[in-house]
């Protein structure tokens, strides 16, 4: 296997991080056209959300299974683990943002004012918040992985970062699920 070398790992991350990020708050922000992307089905738009909330759910099931995997030393049952977490995160954002750009934005809330103000916005900005915070934690933790044999990991601080990415995309995803009851179970 070929390693990302060492020296740029900093820099890889800070470069896929700005990049990831610039075009996840482009999409958010309306700055990418409905016409850069293909059209779909109305069918396909209203299935995106009910696809993501399963992905979600199989997220927090890898992301659980490699962690303890890890802290049983089977470390490639981790790596398998952390490597399909990291999959499924690329899959929910990339159908979330695709149905973001091709209905023009977010879908607004159908619930009362209150349960607006007071649950859902403060759970949204949570699960918001942790998501672009695990986005350098998960680049640097999957990065070391790749610049370095297994048993150089262990002098590294892939471990700690990896537990924070985890525990944060643990809590992220979770809340994405409540976010996805409030807008298409309760209301």
Known sequence: MEYV??????????????????????????????????????????AIPHVNVVISATAIGTITIGWRAIRRGNVERHRVAMVASFGLFVAFLTFYLYRLVATGGPQPFPGPDAVYQFVYLPVLAIHILLAVICVPLVYYALLLATSRPIEELYHTSHARVGRLAASLWLISFSLGIVVYVLLHAVY
């Open 5 to 46: 070398p060492r020296e740029r790992v900093n820099v890889l991350t800070a470069v896929l991080s700005i990049v990831s990020l610039a075009v996840v708050f482009a999409a958010a922000g309306g700055r990418i056209p409905a016409s850069a992307v293909p059209t779909v089905p109305q069918v396909v738009l209203d």
